[in-house]
């Protein structure tokens, strides 16, 4: 179970990220 919610957050985290860079770029 503790796997799983790491998983679920590492992939939110990695969302997070993903967004930043893509506003970022349309920034630049």
Do not use: S
């Amino acid at each position: 179970m503790r796997t799983g919610i790491y998983k679920h957050y590492k992939e939110k985290l990695y969302q997070v990220i993903d967004t930043t860079k893509y506003t970022e770029t349309l920034q630049e």
